[in-house]
């Protein structure tokens, strides 16, 4: 099963922040934060990962709570390719073949 | 190429009708892993790879179900009597280093079978 808890889905307007939030209350000392997204029709795209500091890339930032129970996907200026299904998942990041476990995700709808 | 190329891009299969579904991970990457997708779930576990080597196929959902990696590149995973509660989106990742910075999918094979 899934270690994290996701809303569903959620809307958000187009050139502004996307916000996503991500429970993973049970998180233990050696597991990441990883978060992938899934386009109609493609295959699951790695987005970003941190351990319990911020993280920033060129996709996303990656907001990590100092209890490290809970998490936020910041995509800053939405656009309508955003569109997708995210995924957050916590993982042992030097379990090899450990698998990554996906749950439902939320479903992001970038409105024009 | 760049990126982790599957094939066939789709498949229909009649019940009972045998498969394999091809993966092609990127050149050098030594984890491969394969997941299934039914329609509007998560991707879920089947089996992995390191180089050759089957570490865990604890996901395979029946002895129906096959994945060989020979050479330690392309990887085949093979459907036997397919049943229509296989058809799914079936996904290949790769990685250079065990997914420590993530993983590389494929786009899928979509199965269906009839």
């Known amino acids: 099963d899934a270690k994290t808890t996701q809303p569903t889905s959620m809307d958000c307007a187009e050139g502004r922040a996307a916000n996503l939030p991500c429970n993973h209350s049970t998180i233990s000392g050696n597991e990441y934060v990883y978060w992938y997204r899934q386009i109609h029709s493609q295959g699951p795209q790695y987005i970003i990962h941190g351990l319990k500091n911020n993280e920033t890339n060129e996709m996303a930032s990656l907001i990590i709570t100092e209890d490290r129970k809970s998490s936020t996907l910041i995509l800053p200026h939405a656009t309508l390719r955003d569109t997708a299904v995210y995924y957050c998942?916590?993982?042992?990041?030097?379990?090899?073949?450990?698998?990554?476990?996906f749950g439902p995700g939320t479903r992001l709808s970038v409105l024009p | 190429g760049a990126g982790v190329s599957q094939s066939p891009r789709y498949k229909v299969a009649k019940r009972g009708q045998d498969v394999a579904l091809r993966c092609d991970p990127i050149?050098?990457?030594?984890?491969l892993f394969w997941y299934q997708q039914a329609l509007g779930q998560g991707p879920e576990f089947l089996t992995y790879f390191q180089n050759e080597a089957q570490l865990d196929k604890s996901g395979l959902p029946s002895d129906r179900f096959f994945a060989e990696r020979p050479e330690g590149s392309v990887s085949t995973l093979k459907i036997q009597r397919t049943q229509q509660e296989d058809s799914a989106v079936y996904l290949c990742a790769s990685s250079l280093d065990a997914g420590k910075d993530g993983y590389t999918f494929g786009s899928g094979t979509r199965l269906t079978v009839v």
């Open positions: 998942i916590v993982r042992d990041r030097l379990d090899y073949g450990q698998n990554f476990v």
């Open positions: 050149s050098g990457h030594v984890s």
